[in-house]
């Protein structure tokens, strides 16, 4: 998945927290052969590669999700769409030639694009791209989505509370660990630095920037977010933090903000009573919906902590990764928590799972 899913659990015994480990990594291991867009066999390529064909079947997650992220395309006014493959192809192309896309290929881009085009069946299980070279592109929403089902697994265990969380971006936090009100979290800002620390219970936390992995073309940089009504890719850069019951509304929902903007995005969210939000500018500037810092009990960083906290957390991990003797960048390990009593408190995993292409669907 090209990330890091961390998952930590309270409750459970070694033993069965274990065991249920395996469960959910085994899990979300079956999820990015159905979802991912670099193995020509999985579900999604197949999908992609039968445009223009028909209607196709697909397996049930795939075509839930489909569904779930055109509602969330409605919602969003068109500025999440998970049929933007055209559009990251030829922004793909022109990186590779440093070369701006002429606007007839934009134009032929774009004209493949609209999560309206997509047409989802969940009774059958089938799926179509009407038009040939449409395709979809999930990694907007395939991790929260991801999340989602990973909580579904957790029901009817032992697990008193979980967080888990791919490659702090994607939080879905369960319950809180014994004693606190939630999970806490530190949240980055625009700037590489961090913004402020929110408390998670019982929801999921979408975290997009604008500029991460985008690419320079001409001199000019452009982000890896495009935005699907202009086919232009940001060039601003910004973050946007949203949190929703779901992964998957959470993730479509911070795609959209940070797309839309301080004023569009913003007033989005205020019409919705289930989703809170925050963006935030290169220049520190924010603006959130009025709910954002109840919902999650939101503490902003005081003026210098962030630079100095940056610092102090990466000696934090190097130091934790070396006394587990492993190098920091491929952490797979257990670790277990011991309370005052020296009983196990918490079962928790970080492990990377089958590294793939910087863009993939997760």
Do not use: C
Request: hydrophobic share 35%; proline share 5%.
């Amino acid at each position: 998945m090209g990330t890091v899913l961390e998952i930590t659990l309270h409750g459970p015994n070694p033993t069965d927290g274990s065991a249920l480990l395996d469960r959910l990594f085994t899990h979300t291991a079956r999820l990015e052969r159905i979802l991912t867009r670099f193995e020509d066999e999985s579900e999604l390529s197949r999908l992609n590669q039968s445009a223009g064909r028909g209607p196709q079947q697909v397996h049930p997650d795939l075509a839930r999700l489909l569904s779930e992220s055109r509602l969330q395309g409605q919602l969003t006014h068109g500025a999440f769409d998970m049929t933007i493959g055209p559009l990251v192809e030829v922004w793909s192309e022109a990186a590779r030639k440093n070369r701006r896309p002429s606007p007839a290929a934009l134009e032929r881009a774009r004209s493949r694009v609209g999560f309206e085009k997509l047409r989802v069946d969940l009774g059958r299980a089938t799926a179509e791209l009407p038009l040939r070279g449409m395709s979809v592109e999930l990694g907007g929403i395939a991790k929260g989505f991801a999340l989602d089902q990973l909580v579904t697994e957790l029901q009817g265990t032992p697990v008193e509370s979980a967080l888990l969380s791919f490659g702090q971006s994607s939080i879905h936090a369960l319950g809180a660990p014994p004693g606190q009100e939630g999970w806490r979290v530190l949240l980055r800002d625009a700037s590489n630095g961090y913004a402020g620390v929110v408390t998670l219970r019982d929801q999921a936390l979408s975290i997009s920037g604008s500029l991460g992995q985008g690419f320079e073309i001409e001199g000019r940089y452009y982000g890896h977010v495009i935005d699907p009504r202009s086919g232009e890719p940001l060039t601003r850069r910004r973050l946007a933090a949203v949190t929703a019951p779901s992964g998957t509304r959470a993730e479509a929902l911070a795609k959209g903000l940070v797309v839309l903007g301080e004023r569009e995005g913003i007033a989005l969210l205020e019409q919705l009573p289930d989703a809170e939000g925050l963006l935030i500018d290169a220049s520190g500037e924010r603006w959130a919906s009025s709910g954002w810092e109840r919902s999650v009990h939101f503490k902003p960083m005081e003026t210098g902590a962030s630079a100095l906290l940056s610092r102090a957390s990466e000696r934090r991990q190097e130091h934790r990764a070396l006394a587990l003797g492993v190098r920091r960048e491929e952490l797979r390990h257990l670790v277990i928590e011991e309370g005052e009593s020296g009983r196990p408190e918490a079962l928790g995993v970080r492990a990377q799972i089958d590294p793939s292409p910087e863009n993939s669907s997760f």
